[in-house]
């Protein structure tokens, strides 16, 4: 038995000879539910994540002024994730340093010398202890050297712990991946293969023998 030679390129004449067939529409259609199902799917099987966020506020003392405090707490803010600091908050914590390096972040404002110690964790009540640890030491940190600085630092707002996630939900993961999906449909309408026009029919003209024949039978 020979295989017949044309049977090779067959196939992908006739997928694409389907693609050019489909409708404009169906592409961003494909797309945007390719893009929801998969966002959808995302947000409802990744873990949920909560955040607590605790305040601490720099104070002066009578040597100092409000200007330093703001000053010292531009500092704590960035002090607040370093080793010394995260070493004491893992003992309160019950947690390693790696995990506190990880889920801790400062905050800090231009106009009030504040720092704000967020903490994230897929435990509610495990992200507002961590946040609770570092900035108790943190304080304690800091006003070990008061006498120095002039500025001690007080626990303003302790964490508390957290009722709703604060990573997307499924509903917004799926939205998201329907738009992008939506976008890649788009883009892929762009460069795919467009339908070639069929050649207009033309009129056939008489050779000169045909032309000769009409003329004997006038």
Request: zero cysteines; charged letters at 15%.
């Amino acid at each position: 038995m020979t295989d017949n030679p044309n049977r090779s390129t067959g196939w992908p004449e006739t997928a694409l000879a389907r693609v050019k067939a489909l409708p404009p529409w169906s592409l961003l259609a494909a797309g945007a539910l390719l893009g929801g199902v998969l966002g959808g799917a995302y947000g409802g099987l990744k873990t949920p994540q909560y955040t607590a966020t605790s305040y601490v506020i720099a104070v002066p003392t009578k040597k100092s002024d409000p200007a330093a405090a703001l000053g010292f707490a531009q500092a704590y803010g960035r002090v607040a994730t370093q080793l010394a600091v995260l070493g004491d908050a893992q003992v309160w914590a019950g947690v390693p340093v790696s995990t506190l390096r990880e889920s801790v972040r400062t905050a800090t404002s231009p106009d009030a010398p504040m720092v704000s110690v967020t903490a994230t964790s897929a435990r509610p009540d495990l992200a507002a202890d961590i946040a609770n640890a570092v900035s108790r030491s943190l304080t304690r940190h800091a006003n070990a050297t008061k006498d120095s600085t002039h500025v001690r630092l007080l626990r303003f707002s302790r964490a508390v712990e957290p009722t709703e996630a604060s990573s997307a939900s499924a509903a917004v993961t799926g939205l998201v991946g329907a738009s992008a999906g939506g976008l890649l449909g788009g883009l892929a309408l762009l460069v795919r293969p467009r339908r070639t026009p069929e050649p207009a029919p033309t009129a056939s003209v008489p050779g000169p023998a045909t032309a000769a024949v009409f003329r004997g039978q006038l």
